[in-house]
């Protein structure tokens, strides 16, 4: 679940808002690791599962959405929906919050009323807000927290502390490995945590800390992982090979072939299989659009450079937080826009709806 992150004004008001993260700019967790490849781990999905049916489209391109403004489109007893991201921004029901000593927002989670945030310090360092009072995780000045998930009471969050992928549980860090890399996603189901990133340049996914290669292709990553139905799911891309990739139980999907595209964000509802992210639209190179596959078949949210970084599914609506083709922060639902910040590069990095 993807990576996707949020300053609250008061604990108070946090926990009565939903969360929508909006970054500025194009975060480290585009950056390339340029590392040897250590040999560890199993290579799987060397060969591609029959492909998604990626010449079916549907065409819903925001610019021809009508389009919310503010606070908008919330109904009275509706479920509460958390956006972060930008410059720290915290969303909830579109009304921006900002997180105190903090530099970015990439993840939200609600549980049990309270309201989770990973990102970057102020001052550099991986942080996590709780009810918006700020944990500083890392020992290191240049830690990320990109990624929080809640179970049982415990706190999970993967990031990357002194260039090495890392889980945090309630505080206390685990090196994932001794090799340079990065986690981007952490996801717990049946007692088992899975993170899902990357290692020595190779796209990883771990299962309580033992790993697997999910690509021989350098600078391929694993950006999200999803747990359902006993099946594992985790999106990324095919780094210097290019290509979005959707990987089931280690069988790679390609839903993109073309090399400006990526899968940020997988989200398991009902059977169907979401995913979030951007590929070439227009059949311009290097033009790219958010996109929302479902199933397979991807569904244009915006042109011109737009990107769909989070994915979450409630009560049959299907939510996107990204980046629309102005470089503004955006939420999607069910196709339809809704630009929380009026800024060029900044956008959203995370969706959490939560039921009232």
């Given at each position: 679940?993807?990576?996707?992150?949020?300053?609250?004004a008061?604990?108070?008001?946090?926990?009565?808002l939903?969360?929508?993260?909006?970054?500025?700019?194009?975060?480290?967790?585009?950056?390339?690791?340029?590392?040897?490849?250590?040999?560890?781990?199993?290579?799987?999905?060397?060969k591609?599962?029959?492909?998604?049916?990626?010449?079916?489209?549907?065409?819903?391109?925001?610019?021809?959405?009508?389009t919310?403004?503010?606070?908008?489109?919330?109904?009275?007893?509706g479920?509460?929906?958390?956006?972060?991201?930008?410059?720290?921004?915290?969303?909830?029901?579109?009304?921006?919050?900002?997180?105190?000593?903090?530099?970015?927002?990439?993840?939200?989670?609600?549980?049990?009323?309270?309201?989770?945030?990973?990102?970057?310090?102020?001052?550099?360092?991986a942080?996590?807000?709780?009810?918006?009072?700020?944990?500083?995780?890392?020992?290191?000045?240049?830690?990320?927290?990109h990624?929080?998930?809640?179970?049982?009471?415990?706190?999970y969050?993967?990031?990357?502390?002194?260039?090495?992928?890392?889980?945090?549980?309630?505080?206390?860090?685990?090196?994932?490995?001794?090799?340079?890399?990065?986690?981007?996603?952490?996801?717990?189901?049946?007692?088992?945590?899975?993170?899902?990133?990357?290692?020595?340049?190779?796209a990883?996914?771990?299962?309580?800390?033992?790993?697997?290669?999910?690509?021989?292709?350098?600078?391929?990553?694993?950006?999200?992982?999803?747990?359902?139905?006993?099946?594992?799911?985790?999106?990324?891309?095919?780094?210097?090979?290019?290509?979005?990739?959707?990987?089931?139980?280690?069988?790679?999907?390609?839903?993109?072939?073309?090399?400006?595209?990526?899968?940020?964000?997988v989200?398991?509802?009902?059977?169907?299989?979401?995913?979030?992210?951007?590929?070439?639209v227009?059949?311009?190179?290097?033009?790219?659009?958010?996109?929302?596959?479902?199933?397979?078949?991807?569904?244009?949210?915006?042109?011109?450079?737009?990107i769909?970084?989070?994915?979450?599914?409630?009560?049959?609506?299907?939510?996107?937080?990204?980046?629309?083709?102005?470089g503004?922060?955006?939420?999607?639902?069910?196709?339809?826009?809704?630009?929380?910040?009026?800024?060029n590069?900044?956008?959203?990095?995370?969706?959490?709806?939560?039921?009232?």
């Amino acid at each position: 679940m993807k990576k996707h992150a949020f300053n609250l004004a008061a604990a108070a008001l946090a926990l009565a808002l939903p969360f929508v993260s909006c970054d500025a700019g194009w975060n480290d967790k585009y950056n390339k690791s340029n590392n040897n490849n250590d040999g560890g781990g199993a290579k799987v999905g060397a060969k591609n599962a029959k492909p998604a049916a990626t010449n079916t489209e549907v065409s819903a391109a925001s610019a021809m959405q009508p389009t919310m403004e503010g606070g908008g489109g919330y109904p009275a007893g509706g479920p509460d929906v958390y956006v972060a991201g930008g410059d720290t921004g915290l969303w909830k029901n579109g009304v921006r919050q900002t997180l105190d000593g903090g530099y970015s927002a990439y993840s939200v989670f609600v549980s049990g009323g309270n309201v989770y945030v990973a990102g970057s310090g102020k001052h550099g360092g991986a942080a996590l807000w709780k009810n918006g009072v700020r944990q500083t995780l890392s020992g290191s000045d240049d830690g990320t927290a990109h990624s929080v998930f809640v179970s049982g009471g415990d706190v999970y969050v993967a990031g990357v502390d002194g260039n090495r992928a890392t889980l945090w549980k309630n505080g206390a860090a685990q090196t994932l490995s001794s090799y340079q890399g990065t986690a981007y996603s952490v996801f717990v189901s049946g007692g088992d945590v899975y993170v899902a990133g990357r290692r020595n340049g190779y796209a990883a996914l771990w299962k309580n800390g033992v790993i697997q290669n999910l690509s021989d292709a350098y600078t391929s990553a694993a950006h999200s992982v999803f747990v359902s139905g006993g099946n594992v799911y985790a999106a990324g891309d095919d780094g210097i090979y290019g290509g979005a990739l959707l990987w089931k139980n280690g069988i790679r999907q390609t839903l993109s072939n073309t090399m400006d595209s990526k899968a940020e964000s997988v989200y398991v509802s009902g059977g169907d299989v979401y995913v979030a992210g951007y590929d070439v639209v227009n059949g311009e190179k290097w033009q790219h659009g958010a996109m929302l596959w479902k199933n397979g078949v991807r569904q244009i949210l915006s042109n011109n450079d737009g990107i769909g970084n989070s994915v979450f599914v409630s009560g049959g609506d299907v939510y996107v937080a990204g980046q629309d083709g102005g470089g503004n922060c955006t939420l999607w639902k069910n196709g339809v826009a809704q630009r929380l910040v009026h800024s060029n590069q900044a956008r959203a990095t995370s969706v959490f709806v939560a039921k009232q």
